[in-house]
Every structure is written in structure tokens, then in C-alpha cells.
């Protein structure tokens, strides 16, 4: 038995993301989803809170034919424990997939096999673009699963991000974290 770890802020989980955790079920037998920078939100670059993130992620696995667990990880201030920070909170895994390049350098020293990938689509399908396109007003529906519109709409983002954009009155960047 197999289990595949995959991390990311996923603000929001997007179609590149469901390239990525499709293959890993195709690959493993389990998947294992961080929901990275967990303590992180309202911000334009991190929007959503852990709790939102794992709704969205966890209706897009509820697709898949495969066992899966979200697990939220909060970030720490030591990279080189930070392996060992995720291992302490998630489910056993043998495999990690990224293709960051510091997650990629802190699990090879970890001595973890990490699997990277081609990037899909990347020109569109980026968390920084989708939310810009969100704040601008322009369509980005089609860049996400539909269960991530639902979550989306259901706890009011759009108006969330505009607002903390500085688009209606608020003063934060793309820069805040
Ligand atoms: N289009 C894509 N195809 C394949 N992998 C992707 C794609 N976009 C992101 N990833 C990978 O998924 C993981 C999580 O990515 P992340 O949540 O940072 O999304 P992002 O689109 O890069 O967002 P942001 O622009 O907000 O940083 C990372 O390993 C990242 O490289
Ligand atoms: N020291 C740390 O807390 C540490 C180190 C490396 C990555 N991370 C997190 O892992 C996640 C990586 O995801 P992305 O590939 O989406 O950037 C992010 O949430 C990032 O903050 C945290």
C-alpha cells in the first residue's frame, strides 16, 4: 500500500491542482492533501481560510474513486524541521509531490522521494492569476472545478478578496501574507 502527500495553499484549488491530484491516485493508493500555509487568510494572498480550503478540496476528491484525507499545516518559522513539523500532523506517506522548488529541496533532504510534474496549463491556470482575474471582474469560473465555484459562492468570496484588494476600500497586496 501506497500513499502519495501533496501540498499546496491552494487559494483557490484549481483545474492545475485536479491535473495533479488526478495523477496521484492514478499512481498511489491513498492521497494525502496539506492544506499549506493553514493559518494564513484574508489576505489577497491567501483569501480563504483552512476551513474554506478544505471544503474545496475536499468536494473535488470526494470524485475521485481513491481513499483521501486533508490535513491542514500551518506554517513554521525553521524550514529545515519542517518535514518533520508535516509528518507530525499527517497521515504516513511515502511519496511527496511538488513542483516548489524549496518543498522539493526540504523533502529530498528529509530523504523523501518526491515526484514532480509538467505544469498544466500554466499560462491560466495560477493561483495569482485566478485571483486577479476574481478582482478584476473578469470570468475565471472555468479555470476551477465547479465544486470550488460552489465553495467560493457559498462563503461570499468574491466580494471578500475585492474588498481586502483595496477594490472596495481595503488596503492590502498581493504582497501580504
Ligand atoms: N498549473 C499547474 N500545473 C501543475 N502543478 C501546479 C500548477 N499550478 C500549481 N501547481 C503546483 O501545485 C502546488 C501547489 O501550488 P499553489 O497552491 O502554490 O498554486 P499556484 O497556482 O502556484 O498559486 P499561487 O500563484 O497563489 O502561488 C505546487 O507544487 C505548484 O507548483
Ligand atoms: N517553513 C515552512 O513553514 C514552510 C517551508 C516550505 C513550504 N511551506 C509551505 O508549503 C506550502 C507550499 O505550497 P506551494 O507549493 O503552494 O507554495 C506553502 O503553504 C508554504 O508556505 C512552509
Do not use: C
Not at 501533496?6 to 492533501?33: N, W
Not at 481513499?67 to 529545515?80: A, C, G, K, L
Not at 484588494?165 to 498581493?174: K, L, M, N, Y
Request: glycine share 8%; hydrophobic share 35%.
Amino acid at each position: 500500500m501506497t500513499r502519495g502527500f501533496y501540498i499546496g495553499r491552494f487559494q483557490p484549488f484549481h483545474d492545475g491542482h485536479r491535473e495533479m491530484t488526478d495523477r496521484i491516485a492514478e499512481e498511489v493508493d491513498e492521497v494525502v492533501v496539506g492544506i499549506g500555509s493553514a493559518d494564513a487568510s484574508h489576505t489577497v494572498r491567501n483569501p480563504f481560510t483552512a476551513g474554506e480550503r478544505i471544503m474545496m478540496v475536499s468536494r473535488v476528491l470526494d470524485e475521485l474513486d481513491t481513499q483521501t484525507y486533508v490535513v491542514p499545516i500551518e506554517d513554521i518559522d525553521r524550514n529545515s524541521v519542517w518535514v518533520g513539523h508535516i509528518q507530525s500532523m499527517a497521515p504516513d506517506f511515502d511519496v511527496a509531490y511538488s513542483n516548489n522548488p524549496l518543498v522539493i529541496r526540504l523533502f529530498e533532504e528529509a530523504g523523501i522521494e518526491v515526484r514532480q510534474s509538467e505544469m498544466y496549463n500554466r499560462g491560466d491556470l495560477k493561483g495569482s492569476r485566478i485571483r486577479a482575474r476574481m478582482i478584476e471582474g473578469k470570468d475565471w469560473e472555468h479555470l476551477v472545478p465547479d465544486a470550488v465555484v460552489d465553495v467560493i459562492d457559498e462563503i461570499d468570496g468574491l466580494e471578500r478578496l475585492r474588498r481586502i484588494s483595496g477594490d472596495d476600500g481595503g488596503d492590502a497586496t498581493e504582497n501580504d501574507h
